[in-house]
């Protein structure tokens, strides 16, 4: 099933669930109807076999392999997937009538959650073909209803032409937003939850980019704790719990390579950053999704609290969250001397990357992607979004 398709049976389900007023949100699977988690757990209780929400049978899967460890970091990884394996069976029981599906729900020591088929425990990842690139794309159908934050900041003024052009798109902003319908913009701020719940009503896709302490602009990198503390830690938590309660289909976080920009202070990373005419080796273990996190700055901190809410969000609602780690990208669209050399994301790779996972089949419950361009120095592996999303970076620092 696609996701605009997807999209559209959720918001006909809420449409009824208003309408006959029912308060609490409840999820029908064939003959059967359990609670929403949105709804169970007010003491913080974990949720039982039968308060998960179970998806439709019947999908064909297939099995994402990840290139056999070669590093001991790699091997240590792998050790763990295997002692870990089987507590899968605590996230997917078995059942003898249908079928949980988390996706490709992974952990970053590499613990992949286990989806199930026809009651028997398989760990897949279930991934619809998407096209190499966005470019002679056809709009979807029924045109998904995108809120988003930040579309004044640099990614997101990066991302607006395709975002408008492919999606229903609304903002939040404490500013406003030039050139969209006044019904579309809600002038609010992200760590008032309670202002922040008209303009998720009917959204599919939420994507978060609103932020503070990120090297984008001189004013995010004068931020101070009390900024990050607002904007990325309770705004982020704002806008899942707001999320969950309106039944939004995806939430998409914007986090950042300061989530492991300690490696920069270790060789070869070092030299691999620096913008000097060194000698480099003639190849460098990459970082990945499963790399244990550096964060050297707060903002750095904050963006990984980030990754793991969207986690626990993904584990405990009917709700997909996708983190993308977003690298360099400036006001400028061209890779600067220096870093940029190694981690920067064009303009047009970051549009590709951000809608491959809007449009993501839901089968993608949880994941991390890099969103990085194709650089000779990089370090940051954008291997995972290729296979997992078909992502195809069309530009790269050589």
């Known amino acids: 099933m696609g996701f605009g398709r997807?999209?559209?049976?959720?918001?006909?389900?809420?449409?009824?669930?208003?309408?006959?007023?029912?308060?609490?949100?409840?999820?029908?699977?064939?003959?059967?109807?359990?609670?929403?988690p949105n709804a169970a757990s007010d003491?913080?209780?974990?949720?039982?076999?039968?308060?998960r929400v179970r998806a439709p049978s019947g999908a064909l899967s297939r099995q994402i392999r990840h290139p056999q460890p070669n590093t001991p970091?790699?091997?240590r990884r792998h050790r763990h997937r295997q002692r870990v394996g089987a507590l899968s069976s605590l996230v997917c029981p078995t059942r003898p009538s249908s079928e949980v599906s988390w996706g490709h729900l992974e952990s970053r020591q590499g613990f992949a959650l286990a989806s199930q088929f026809d009651a028997v425990q398989t760990?897949?990842?279930?991934?619809?073909?998407?096209?190499?690139?966005?470019?002679?794309e056809q709009h979807m159908p029924d045109r998904i209803k995108l809120l988003v934050t930040g579309l004044n900041g640099v990614v997101g003024r990066a991302l607006r032409p395709v975002l408008e052009e492919r999606y229903e798109l609304s903002a939040l902003s404490r500013s406003g937003v030039d050139g969209l319908p006044e019904g579309r913009v809600f002038r609010t701020d992200i760590a008032d939850i309670d202002s922040l719940r008209p303009?998720?009503?009917?959204v599919d896709v939420m994507l978060n980019l609103a932020a503070d302490g990120g090297q984008s602009s001189a004013e995010g990198m004068n931020a101070g704790w009390d900024s990050m503390l607002h904007n990325n830690i309770i705004g982020t938590y704002n806008v899942l719990e707001v999320a969950k309660e309106a039944g939004?289909?995806?939430?998409?976080?914007?986090?950042?390579?300061a989530a492991v920009n300690g490696y920069e202070l270790e060789e070869p990373y070092r030299s691999l950053v620096s913008g000097d005419d060194v000698d480099l080796p003639a190849s460098w273990e990459m970082i990945d999704e499963f790399a244990e996190p550096k964060p050297i700055t707060l903002y750095g901190v904050t963006k990984l609290f980030g990754?793991?809410?969207?986690?626990?969000?993904?584990?405990?609602?009917?709700?997909s969250v996708i983190n993308l780690r977003i690298s360099n990208c400036t006001p400028v669209d061209e890779a600067t001397?220096?870093?940029?050399?190694?981690?920067?994301?064009?303009?047009?790779?970051?549009?590709?990357?951000?809608?491959?996972?809007?449009?993501?089949?839901?089968?993608?419950?949880?994941?991390?992607?890099?969103?990085?361009?194709?650089?000779?120095?990089?370090?940051?592996?954008?291997?995972?979004?290729?296979?997992?999303?078909?992502?195809?970076?069309?530009?790269?620092?050589?």
Not at 7 to 23: E, F, H, K, S, V
Not at 123 to 136: K, Q, T, Y
Not at 248 to 257: E, K, N, P
Not at 369 to 374: H, K, L, R, Y
């Open 73 to 75: 970091r790699r091997e």
């Open 123 to 136: 760990c897949v990842l279930r991934h619809d073909a998407v096209s190499d690139s966005i470019a002679g």
């Open 6 to 36: 997807s999209c559209r049976i959720q918001r006909r389900r809420r449409q009824r669930l208003q309408g006959a007023g029912n308060g609490a949100c409840r999820v029908r699977v064939g003959a059967d109807s359990h609670a929403s």
């Open 199 to 202: 303009a998720f009503r009917g």
């Open 43 to 51: 003491e913080g209780q974990p949720l039982g076999a039968d308060d």
């Open 337 to 398: 001397p220096g870093r940029a050399q190694a981690n920067w994301s064009s303009y047009r790779d970051i549009q590709q990357l951000t809608v491959k996972c809007i449009e993501a089949p839901p089968e993608v419950k949880f994941d991390i992607f890099w969103a990085t361009s194709d650089n000779a120095k990089l370090y940051r592996d954008n291997r995972h979004a290729k296979e997992v999303l078909g992502y195809a970076p069309q530009d790269g620092v050589r």
């Open 307 to 319: 990754e793991d809410l969207g986690r626990y969000y993904a584990l405990t609602t009917p709700m």
């Open 248 to 257: 939004v289909s995806r939430v998409i976080l914007a986090s950042s390579g």
